[in-house]
């Protein structure tokens, strides 16, 4: 099963673009990869999730390596409100679908 | 509104004392999990089920049991509780792979 590590922590200015980077060097071919958050202890909250091209939504941009080894998150223009926990996950092939999670990296966003 | 609701969201049970936290979703999703979260140890998966009557081990399977009778429900079971589990749970569910996977609120559970 494909790991995923991350920064167990972060600071951003508020404004500023806060860029959250994943290692999955061990990602398969058919493997998604999705970025969560939490805040506090609420049930975690979906922002994005790619494949091999990099994806763009309303909460965020997705950019995934070439080789599919890394990704970044990026939160273009950082609040107080996103100040959160931030999963990286890999998602297995079908059949055999386990959620793996990262250690999550912590944004600490400040005025 | 899409939702996975999770009951109870807060339960004080004592050791081995047979519990059942109930899941449920509204959105006629194929796959449904659940994890619990401790401090330092992150999101750990505990069982997933694909689809009516498919279930498999997570994780940190031992000590839980799960159904899964109807596709909207997936409820899980501690049949004897011990103290270290307790936890936070959440569950999850989604359509197939490359969907957006929906978590619950979460269940607060102490056994003591």
């Known amino acids: 099963d494909a790991k995923t590590t991350q920064p167990p922590s972060m600071d951003c200015a508020e404004g500023r673009a806060a860029n959250l980077p994943c290692n999955h060097s061990t990602i398969s071919g058919n493997e998604y990869v999705y970025w969560y958050r939490q805040i506090h202890s609420q049930g975690p909250q979906y922002i994005i999730h790619g494949l091999k091209n990099n994806e763009t939504n309303e909460m965020a941009s997705l950019i995934i390596t070439e080789d599919r080894k890394s990704s970044t998150l990026i939160l273009p223009h950082a609040t107080l409100r996103d100040t959160a926990v931030y999963y990286c996950?890999?998602?297995?092939?079908?059949?055999?679908?386990?959620?793996?999670f990262g250690t999550g990296t912590r944004l600490q966003v400040f005025p | 509104e899409a939702q996975v609701t999770q009951n109870p969201r807060y339960l004080i049970t004592v050791t081995g004392k047979k519990l059942t936290v109930t899941c449920s979703q509204n959105m006629n999703h194929e796959y449904m999990s659940w994890y619990r979260q401790d401090p330092g140890l992150g999101l750990r998966q505990i069982y997933y089920?694909?689809?009516?009557?498919?279930?498999d081990k997570g994780d940190v399977p031992e000590g839980y049991k799960v159904s899964r009778k109807e596709k909207r429900n997936f409820p899980l079971i501690l049949e004897s509780p011990s103290p270290n589990q307790t936890s936070l749970y959440f569950c999850a569910s989604s359509f197939l792979q490359g969907s957006t996977i929906y978590f619950g609120e979460g269940s607060w559970l102490t056994v003591v």
């Open positions: 089920s694909m689809n009516v009557e498919v279930t």
């Open positions: 996950i890999v998602r297995a092939p079908y059949n055999t679908d386990k959620l793996i």
